[in-house]
């Protein structure tokens, strides 16, 4: 219940948060709204009752106050329609902002491994809306509430038997929860599959995949998979919708029979002369009212239980985010320099949800002021190394040491920023060239040398040169006078984001330099060696991974990694001297140059 309540004051608070004075009025004019259709019932019967006694002046009384409800109404529906529109608007985005805070404030990256984690990701992300539409159902349901008290009071005034219909509503509320639960369990059920779906989707339309998709000819599997799938997600939804109409449909017929027997009652009471004709004017008034409230009162309830269950879901993600992450017992600060180095000491490591271990006892010390480079053939387990030393993930075994002191007490954040680096799977960011490279040091966005200076480092000079606007130049297609970029030159710019950091730690550069030609990696690489050099009273450790032996034999050790254990490790000269994985494999690159 706590919980309930807690996602309620939540999601309700980002409307007001969001358009406080619009949703003010917007409640205030559903009340209005409300409160129109029983007065105009109400002054329909003294109406006509003060007609039939000839008493002209409060029959006309009751017309101006009908009148003036009926002007009431056209202007507070304009007026609401206006400010629903701005409240929904506003706190979308504000809830959408909120999305984005909790699921990129999360240190770690095991959650993706944990499907629970990802379905309610994704059934989150389908139905985010909801969080934005809990003002409106609130502000429906108050409404409703209001015009259903108000018809309720006036019914009974004519006899308490009529309440009786009242309480109808009560069973068209559970009614209407049981097929919400439908929905929900439907929704629930199919969130895997949908997420399949949506992907199947992405690489059928994405430029990315465009090329393989066509060389493969892959559309027609891709059509012929993506059908299936929505087949299984829309039968489930479907079913699970009929299910809700049937439920629906004993809904629709109690209510008829409660309105029929309403309409019998104050007539029987009128022949009987304990009604007037003015009663049976209101009572069939209030009950086509009842009808309204009670179809807006179980739809506003419908949408209202929908908006609390997206609630609930996002205050679970707003625990799940609290509580991920580590909490050092004795949190350690990161030293200002490495004097010693980093330790890896029998670290052991398995992703969630796997059997397989994919680093196996791994022991190693990256001296202070180094360049080590990480090889070894696809999967043994290089860029997990990476991901641990970057603090994505913890090991299950084992420990890092940053100088000493255990990687597990060291704040992720404060961690993170005497972290730098390039991966594989750079991202293209579709912003100006300034933004692209500055974000990795947002202080430096507007410091014209300092972006220079890491471009150089990247040797990623003449990408921004040749652009039009040079750093302000707008990057990617998407944008009016954007340029695209060749996909070797996005690589550069992801190189020069990480190389604006000046004072690292650990400067990791996992293969960043794929797109690049063998020979602009190797000068690149031994720029980044000499600058790991000239930076070595900072202690900072470059650890570099690639496939290509030319530019690894430069580093001051070389890690050889093979399924998840070190398999040799020293200078390129000692492994050399030793021949094993090391000196074959180095052989076979350089004879293939030859
Ligand atoms: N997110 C993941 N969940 C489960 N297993 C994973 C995950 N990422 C990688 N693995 C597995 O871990 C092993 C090591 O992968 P890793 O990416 O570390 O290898 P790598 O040496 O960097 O390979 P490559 O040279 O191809 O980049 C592989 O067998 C891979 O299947």
Same mark, same amino acid.
């Given at each position: 219940m706590r919980d309930t309540w807690r996602a309620f004051v939540t999601t309700i608070s980002f409307g007001f948060r969001a358009a406080r004075w619009y949703a003010v009025f917007q409640i205030a004019t559903e009340i209005a709204l409300a409160l129109t259709g029983p007065l105009i019932a109400y002054g329909a019967g003294v109406l006509v009752d003060a007609a039939g006694a000839g008493d002209l002046r409060t029959a006309l009384t009751a017309g101006l106050g009908i009148a003036a409800a009926t002007g009431l109404l056209i202007v507070a529906l304009y007026y609401n329609a206006h400010c629903v529109f701005a409240v929904l608007e506003?706190?979308?985005?504000?809830?959408?902002?909120?999305?984005?805070?909790?699921?990129?404030?999360?240190?770690?990256?095991?959650?993706?491994?944990?499907?629970?984690?990802?379905?309610?990701?994704?059934?989150?992300?389908?139905?985010?809306?909801?969080?934005?539409?809990?003002?409106?159902?609130?502000?429906?349901?108050?409404?409703?509430?209001?015009?259903?008290?108000?018809?309720?009071?006036?019914?009974?005034?004519?006899?308490? $038997?009529?309440?009786?219909? &009242?309480?109808?509503?009560? #069973?068209? !509320?559970?009614?209407?929860? /049981? %097929?919400?639960?439908?929905? =929900?369990?439907?929704?629930?059920?199919?969130?895997?599959?949908?997420?399949?779906r949506r992907h199947l989707f992405d690489i059928g339309t994405t430029a990315g995949a465009g090329k393989e998709l066509r060389v493969f000819g892959l559309t027609r599997e891709l059509?012929?998979?993506?059908?299936?799938?929505?087949?299984?997600?829309?039968?489930?939804?479907?079913?699970?919708?009929?299910?809700?109409?049937?439920?629906?449909?004993?809904?629709?017929?109690?209510?008829? $029979?409660?309105?029929?027997? &309403?309409?019998?009652?104050? #007539?029987? !009471?009128?022949?009987?002369? /304990? %009604?007037?004709?003015?009663? =049976?004017?209101?009572?069939?008034?209030?009950?086509?009212?009842?009808?309204?409230?009670?179809?807006?009162?179980?739809?506003?309830?419908?949408?209202?239980?929908?908006?609390?269950?997206?609630?609930?879901?996002?205050?679970?993600?707003?625990?799940?985010?609290?509580?991920?992450?580590?909490?050092?017992?004795?949190?350690?600060t990161?030293?200002?320099?490495?004097?010693?180095?980093?330790?890896?000491?029998?670290?052991?490591?398995?992703?969630?949800?796997?059997?397989?271990?994919?680093?196996?006892?791994?022991?190693?010390?990256?001296?202070a002021g180094s360049v080590v480079a990480l090889v070894g053939e696809n999967?043994?387990?290089?860029?997990?190394?990476?991901?641990?030393?970057?603090?994505?993930?913890?090991?299950?075994?084992?420990?890092?040491?940053?100088?000493?002191?255990?990687?597990?007490?060291?704040?992720?954040?404060?961690?993170?920023?005497?972290?730098?680096?390039?991966?594989?799977?750079f991202v293209e960011l579709q912003l100006a060239a300034r933004e692209a490279v500055g974000v990795a040091d947002t202080t430096k966005i507007d410091d014209d040398a300092a972006l220079h200076g890491a471009l150089e480092r990247a040797g990623a000079t003449t990408v921004v040169t040749g652009l039009p606007r040079g750093l302000d130049t707008g990057l990617g297609?998407?944008?009016?006078?954007?340029?695209?970029?060749?996909?070797?030159?996005?690589?550069?710019?992801?190189?020069?984001?990480?190389?604006?950091?000046?004072?690292?730690?650990?400067?990791?550069?996992?293969?960043?330099?794929?797109?690049?030609?063998?020979?602009?990696?190797?000068?690149?690489?031994?720029?980044?060696?000499?600058a790991a050099k000239a930076g070595r009273s900072r202690g900072t450790v470059t650890l570099l991974v690639s496939h290509r032996f030319s530019t690894v034999r430069m580093a001051d050790l070389i890690v050889v990694l093979d399924g998840g254990r070190i398999r040799e490790m020293g200078s390129h000269e000692h492994l050399m001297a030793h021949p094993d994985l090391y000196a074959e494999l180095y052989e076979l690159q350089s004879s293939s140059y030859r």
């Open positions: 506003r706190t979308q985005a504000l809830s959408d902002r909120t999305l984005m805070k909790l699921l990129g404030g999360i240190d770690s990256l095991a959650p993706h491994e944990n499907p629970e984690y990802l379905d309610q990701i994704q059934l989150l992300r389908e139905e985010r809306e909801s969080l934005a539409e809990m003002t409106n159902a609130t502000a429906g349901l108050v409404s409703a509430l209001v015009g259903f008290g108000t018809t309720a009071v006036l019914l009974a005034g004519v006899h308490p $038997a009529l309440i009786s219909l &009242a309480l109808l509503a009560f #069973v068209s !509320l559970w009614i209407t929860s /049981r %097929a919400n639960d439908l929905a =929900v369990d439907a929704q629930e059920d199919t969130g895997e599959t949908e997420r399949l059509v012929r998979r993506h059908h299936k799938v929505s087949d299984e997600v829309l039968d489930t939804r479907n079913r699970a919708a009929w299910r809700g109409a049937g439920l629906k449909g004993i809904d629709g017929a109690i209510n008829a $029979a409660g309105f029929f027997g &309403a309409i019998a009652l104050v #007539v029987w !009471l009128a022949v009987q002369g /304990r %009604a007037t004709p003015g009663d =049976v004017v209101m009572v069939v008034g209030l009950t086509i009212e009842m009808a309204a409230v009670v179809a807006t009162s179980v739809g506003y309830s419908g949408d209202f239980l929908w908006c609390l269950k997206q609630a609930r879901r996002f205050v679970w993600l707003e625990r799940f985010a609290a509580s991920a992450g580590k909490r050092p017992d004795e949190p350690a990161p030293p200002a320099s490495l004097s010693r180095g980093i330790d890896l000491v029998d670290v052991t490591y398995r992703y969630p949800g796997s059997e397989r271990t994919v680093l196996d006892g791994v022991s190693m010390h990256l001296p999967g043994a387990g290089k860029s997990t190394l990476v991901k641990l030393l970057c603090d994505f993930y913890e090991p299950d075994g084992g420990e890092i040491l940053v100088d000493g002191v255990d990687l597990r007490r060291i704040p992720t954040r404060d961690w993170r920023t005497r972290l730098t680096g390039a991966f594989q799977d297609r998407a944008w009016d006078g954007g340029v695209e970029l060749s996909g070797g030159q996005w690589q550069k710019l992801a190189l020069a984001r990480g190389l604006l950091r000046t004072d690292p730690l650990l400067a990791v550069f996992d293969e960043p330099t794929a797109a690049l030609d063998p020979q602009t990696e190797h000068a690149l690489f031994e720029r980044f060696a000499n």
